[in-house]
C-alpha cells in the first residue's frame, strides 16, 4: 500500500493492509521519518480498531503528536513520555464523546541517544498488537509475551482486583484484551477503576549492526504467524530480491514488498481479522 520514498532516519520503510473476511477495515498506521525533526528519529506504529474506527482514527491521528508534547517535557525519559502519552491520548479521546469502540497499539520511537553509540528502539503497546526484530535472523519480540489477554493470569488478576471478571475467556464477558484504548464502557467513571487499561508496557532494545528489520502487526498476522516464520518469510523476501536488486536492503520500496509477502501468507493461511503490518529496514 504503501512506503517512505527517501527516508532519512532508516534504510528501508513499507507497510500494507488487507480487509481480510471482514466487512469494515478497523486497522490503521503511521510512519513518520525525521519524527520531531530529528533526521535520526522515526515513529511508526499499528493501531488495530474494535467496534467501529472512531477510536482507531484518534489514536492515528493523536497519539503520536502527544508523545511529542511529553517529550518535551521529559527529553530524556522516553519511557515516562510514552506512558503520559498513552494517557493523555485516552483520556483526551474520552473527553470528546468517543464512546463505543476501542483499539490496540503498538507504537515504535526509534532514535539517537546520547549516552549510546548505536540507537535506541523504544516500544509501547496495550493489546495483543506486536512488534518483533530480526537479529541475526532470529526473531526477537519487543513486546510483551502474554499480548495483554484476558486469560493471561497476571492481566486476570488485574482485571479481577479492579471490580472486573474473565467471563468465557473475555474481559467482563465482552473483550479478549485487557488492554486498550477506549472501551470506556469499561473504565472510568463508569467503573471506580480502569477494568481495561491504557497503561503501556514498555521495552528499550538497544540495536546492533546484525538488526535487519522490525515487523510490527495487528492480530491479523499473528494469529496465524509465529514470530519466527514471520521473520522467515521476510528472510527469504530478502533472499528473492536480492537476485534482482544488489544492496537490497537499502532498496526504498523493500519493506514494502516483504510487507505484502506478510499480509498474503496470512491471508493464505485463513486469517479471519483485519490484517496490517510495517516492516522497517534500520
Not at 464512546?99 to 503498538?106: K, L, Y
Not at 485487557?178 to 503501556?200: E, H, M, Y
Request: aromatic letters at 6%; hydrophobic letters at 40%.
Amino acid at each position: 500500500m504503501g512506503y517512505a520514498p527517501n527516508p532519512k532516519a532508516v534504510k528501508s520503510a513499507g507497510w500494507e493492509d488487507d480487509i481480510g473476511r471482514r466487512e469494515e477495515m478497523e486497522d490503521g498506521w503511521v510512519f513518520i521519518d525525521c519524527y520531531g525533526e530529528h533526521p535520526s528519529s522515526c515513529y511508526f506504529a499499528i493501531y488495530d480498531g474494535h467496534g467501529g474506527r472512531q477510536c482507531v482514527e484518534y489514536v492515528q491521528e493523536h497519539l503520536h503528536k502527544n508523545l511529542l508534547l511529553e517529550l518535551e517535557k521529559a527529553p530524556s525519559n522516553v519511557p515516562e513520555a510514552m506512558m503520559q502519552a498513552f494517557e493523555l491520548t485516552d483520556d483526551n479521546m474520552q473527553c470528546s464523546g468517543i464512546s463505543s469502540s476501542g483499539c490496540t497499539a503498538c507504537s515504535c520511537l526509534l532514535r539517537q541517544e546520547s549516552a549510546y553509540a548505536e540507537r535506541v528502539l523504544y516500544t509501547a503497546h496495550v493489546g495483543d498488537a506486536r512488534a518483533v526484530l530480526c537479529r541475526q535472523g532470529l526473531a526477537v519480540r519487543l513486546t510483551g509475551e502474554s499480548d495483554h489477554k484476558a486469560t493471561d493470569p497476571e492481566e486476570a488478576k488485574r482485571v479481577v482486583e479492579a471490580g472486573g471478571t474473565i467471563y468465557n475467556e473475555r474481559v467482563n464477558g465482552m473483550l479478549a484484551i485487557s488492554r486498550a484504548f477506549g472501551d470506556f464502557q469499561l473504565k472510568a467513571p463508569t467503573w471506580t477503576k480502569d477494568i481495561v487499561s491504557n497503561v503501556p508496557e514498555i521495552s528499550a532494545t538497544l540495536l546492533m549492526e546484525n538488526d535487519l528489520f522490525v515487523i510490527t502487526a495487528c492480530d491479523g498476522l499473528w494469529d496465524v504467524l509465529e514470530d519466527q516464520e514471520a521473520v522467515n518469510l521476510v528472510i527469504e523476501g530478502i533472499e528473492q530480491l536480492g537476485i534482482l536488486c544488489e544492496e537490497s536492503a537499502g532498496h526504498p520500496m523493500l519493506g514494502q514488498v516483504v510487507a505484502r509477502l506478510l499480509i498474503e501468507e496470512a491471508l493464505a493461511r485463513g486469517t479471519s481479522d483485519n490484517v496490517t503490518c510495517v516492516v522497517v529496514f534500520p
